[in-house]
Nanobody, 122 residues
Framework: QVRLVESGGGLVQAGGSLRLSCEAS????????MAWFRQAPGKEREFVTA???????RYADSVKGRFTISRGNAKNTVYLQMNSLKPEDTATYYC????????????????WGRGTQVTVSS
């Protein structure tokens, strides 16, 4: 059974930092893209960032220069370093995997974690 488990969420003040982790198990994603999406209450799930199996990255404009995605050596772990956090970054953050390309298209990813809550206070 494939599982993606996120960790690292929490409550932080505006301007602070958090580092999210996502560990996948049950199959290898070494040749797949992995990504982070987020969803705030009452809003649709939105793309945050993605990384290809070779390390190419893509970011939403709203997080460029503040967030950094990376993968572990085993390629089944993905991290999201979030700096200069803003209240509008408050959301549940989801890890996704299984796409052939590091796209921002939600439906391209076949595997999802359950999410980790990030709350940024002003």
């Amino acid at each position: 059974q494939v599982r993606l488990v996120e960790s690292g969420g929490g409550l932080v003040q505006a301007g602070g930092s958090l580092r999210l982790s996502c560990e996948a198990s049950g199959r290898t994603f070494s040749r797949d893209a992995m990504a982070w999406f987020r969803q705030a209450p009452g809003k649709e799930r939105e793309f945050v960032t993605a990384i290809s199996w070779s390390g190419s990255t893509r970011y939403a404009d709203s997080v460029k220069g503040r967030f950094t995605i990376s993968r572990g050596n085993a390629k089944n772990t993905v991290y999201l370093q979030m700096n200069s956090l803003k209240p509008e970054d408050t959301a549940t953050y989801y890890c996704a995997a299984g796409s052939n390309y590091y796209t921002d298209y939600v439906a391209a990813y076949g595997y999802w974690g359950r999410g980790t809550q990030v709350t940024v206070s002003s």
